[in-house]
Every structure is written in C-alpha cells, then in structure tokens.
C-alpha cells in the first residue's frame, strides 16, 4: 500500500554541501511518499463545499433546458426582417419566464417577451424593448438595424446535456454547487477528509494562562499551525505541548500516528536536537532528516509512521510557517485530491534591493501592492530573522528566490506568492 519516500541526490552543480537537498527535490520525494485518500463518502450538496469531488457530473439536461429570450422586448419570426412590406407588427400576447406562450405566431406578428421567457413557436429573434415602439393600436415598429437569431440563448448553450461538466479531484467552489445545483444534484460524492495531529515539542514552551519563567516562550507554533490547517479543510486534532522527553515523545508519536493519516511536530529537528528525536523516531518508522537549501527552515523530517505521513518541522515560528506552506500544503493537497500542487505566483517589481548569495532558496517575507499605474510592486517587511513572526503577519506574499538568484537590485522583476493562495478551501 505505501511507498517509501527516497532521498534524492542533489546535483553536482549545487554550491551548498552534498547533504542538503533542493526545495523541489524535497517536494518531489514528499509526493513520492504519499498515497492519496481513496475513501468517499455522499454528501448532501451544500455539506461538499470546499470538499474534493469523487465523481464525474455528467450533465442529465441541457441548460438552459429551453430556447430563451436573453432581453426584455419583443419575439419575431426573424425572416420578416428581410421583408419590406412588413414595417409594424401585431402585438398578439405576452410571455414570461415560467409561463410559455401558448400558440403559434404569424408572419407579421409578434409576442411581448420577458428576459428568461421559452421563445413562442415560430420565433427566433428578440427586439430589445428601447429599440421598439408600440402605437394605441397594439401594433410595433422597430428602430435601429437587426438580425435574425439576436437576443435569444439557445437550450443546452451553457451545459449540454450528457456533456461532463465536473472532473473528480476538483475542490468544490460555491459556483461548483450552483452549477450541480442547476443540474438538480442534491447529494455528490466526495473523499474523505484528511485527519491531521499537530503537536509542539519543547521543555521551555508554555500554554497561554501559565506563568513564564526565564526562558520559557509561549506556544505559538500550535496556534499558526491550527490556522494553516484549518485554511487547508482538514480534520485537525490538536494534541498539545510534548515535552523533550523520550517517552512522552514516543508515546505522542504513536498516538497521532494510530488516529491520523498525517502527523506534523514542530521543534526538535534543528543540529542540536535531531539526533535525539531521530532515535524515536526510528524506532517507530522510516523517517528522512534532511537538511534543506532554503531560508528559512532548513531542517524538515519527514516519512512514515506506519501508513501515516510524518512531518517534523523547525521551531523557529517563521521557519514552521514557510516549510508548511512550501512542504506540508503541496503534501495535503495531494494526499486529498491525487493531483500534484501547483504554487500560485505573480510577477512584481521590487522596490526594495535585498541582498542574496546563490545556493540556496530564500523565502522573503513582502508586501505587495498595485500602483496607482497598475504595476504591482513589492516591498521587503524589513527584519527577516526566523524567529520574527511579525514578519509573516505584517507580510501578504513570500518573494521567491531560487537557489541561483544572487540578489536583487531595486526595480527588478522578481516572482511573488500572495499568502491568500496560500489556501486549500
Ligand atoms: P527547536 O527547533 O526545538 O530547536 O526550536 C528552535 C527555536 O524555536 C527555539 O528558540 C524554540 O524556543 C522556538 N520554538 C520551538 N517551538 C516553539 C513553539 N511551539 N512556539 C514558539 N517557539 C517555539
Ligand atoms: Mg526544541
């Protein structure tokens, strides 16, 4: 059932030391590790917004379902446009939407009609009501230049039926539930939610409400985590703050491995730490520690616990943010939907020069802005210390740049991935 995640060499031409690994090299064997979720189950169709659609929808009718008029205004036969003896109509009836016409119109005549209104049989052309004038004797003339077939929408125009109209793997939209709905879909078939645990690990972290003492830091890395998990509509279990003890560990390891399909920590990964969690974690299942090119977050472990996927992310608050977004969110998007993640970016001008040596991936926190000229510009936050979450609050987008980027001069093009992107519902 699963796959092994593998340890991908990174290239010869990489200036960092052999054991670091490339940002797309680590997201590359995170997939490779993962088995996406099979599982399905029916929903009521308002329940399945935001889930991941498991069935195609082939459409069961034509939408719209009959011949319409797209304007307020007056149904003719459209070869009368073509006669010059005709010049006014006779008004014989009106339809609406939800009440048909019921006859047939002549050469010569023509039916008041509203937006919506099935097209009178022998109609097939509408004359907006501004370019119409009607005389005391029921009769119409028309101004302007027309054409046979205007202003009318043709049945199955927008949906045809027995046409697919959505793919499974699709997360689904508020337009993805009006279009079933316009389909009478009531219930859909979706995957099964992933389930998450999160935990942080550290002796010096603290719960709000306890009192700090020298050193001690409150826990905030279950707070950011809980957000961004939330925003990628997983079922979330929290599991709390674990101490750097062997037993405590390796007892909250096995928990969230036998409840969850994937387990993230933050904390104790970094040089001084590793060696530690990485006896549990052995012990307990085939873990990866690699030493990423990127900043910031350059240590990350990952691997399985059983058939659970296992994260271990960096303490430091800003270098939990980044490796979940560039590592966990890909992960979850797969594991839920079975299709690779594609970042979302934007080309911006920078504002800023931000100083930068080739060889690994930066993730600058910036803020993006249109000008008044439509340009989009970007501006470094300033302080970029990996414990300075300010940073990712104050910011709205990363500033991406790769592991060949030497630095940026003001007024260069560089890429940027908005933070709202940054979401899985
Ligand atoms: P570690 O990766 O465990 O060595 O932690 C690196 C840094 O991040 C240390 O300064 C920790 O105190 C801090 N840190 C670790 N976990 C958390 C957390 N859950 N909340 C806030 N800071 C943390
Ligand atoms: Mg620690």
């Given at each position: 059932m699963t796959r092994q995640a593998t340890h991908p060499q990174t290239s010869?031409?990489?200036?960092?030391?052999?054991s670091t690994l490339r940002v797309t090299a680590a997201r590359e064997a995170i997939q490779a590790g993962i088995e996406p979720i099979q599982t399905i189950e029916r929903l009521a169709l308002r329940d399945a917004l935001g889930r991941v659609l498991a069935q195609q929808i082939i459409s069961?009718?034509?939408?719209?379902?009959h011949t319409n008029s797209a304007m307020d205004g007056y149904a003719i036969k459209g070869e009368d446009l073509q006669s010059s003896a005709i010049t006014n109509f006779k008004l014989i009836g009106t339809t609406v939407a939800g009440q048909p016409f019921d006859g047939q119109c002549q050469s010569g005549e023509c039916i008041r009609i509203m937006t919506g209104a099935p097209m009178p049989d022998g109609t097939d052309t509408v004359i907006m009501q501004e370019q119409a004038k009607l005389d005391e004797k029921q009769m119409v003339s028309f101004t302007s230049q027309h054409k046979q077939g205007q202003n009318v929408r043709h049945a199955g125009e927008d949906i045809a039926k027995g046409s697919s109209v959505l793919e499974p793997g699709r997360r689904l939209t508020a337009a993805d539930l009006g279009v079933m709905a316009s389909l009478g879909f009531g219930e859909v078939s979706v995957r099964r939610k992933p389930r998450v645990a999160f935990f942080s690990t550290g002796d010096e972290l603290r719960g709000i409400g306890e009192p700090l003492r020298e050193g001690d830091v409150y826990d905030s890395n279950r707070y950011s985590l809980y957000g961004m998990l939330k925003s990628c509509g997983v079922e979330l279990l929290d599991m709390g703050v674990i101490k750097d003890d062997p037993d405590a560990l390796r007892q909250a390891f096995q928990a969230a491995a036998e409840e969850a399909d994937m387990v993230i920590s933050s904390g104790g990964v970094s040089v001084g730490e590793a060696d530690y969690t990485k006896n549990i974690l052995q012990q307990l299942g085939e873990i990866h520690f690699w030493k990423i090119a990127?900043?910031?977050?350059?240590p990350l472990a990952f691997g399985e616990l059983g058939e659970t996927r296992f994260f271990g992310l960096p303490g430091n608050p800003v270098a939990v943010m980044v490796t979940f977004y560039q590592f966990v969110l890909p992960a979850i998007h797969y594991l839920a939907t079975g299709k690779p993640y594609r970042p979302f970016t934007l080309s911006a001008v920078c504002d800023d020069a931000i100083r930068k040596r080739p060889g690994r991936y930066e993730f600058i926190r910036g803020v993006f802005t249109t000008g008044e000229d439509g340009e989009l510009t970007v501006k470094s936050v300033g302080q970029q210390g990996s414990g300075i979450l300010t940073s990712m609050s104050r910011g709205n987008c990363f500033i991406l740049l790769p592991e060949s980027c030497a630095g940026v001069n003001e007024g260069e093009r560089v890429t940027i991935q908005p933070f709202s992107s940054l979401s899985l519902v």
């Open positions: 010869c031409a990489e200036p960092e030391p052999s069961p009718l034509d939408v719209p379902g990127m900043k910031p977050g350059r």
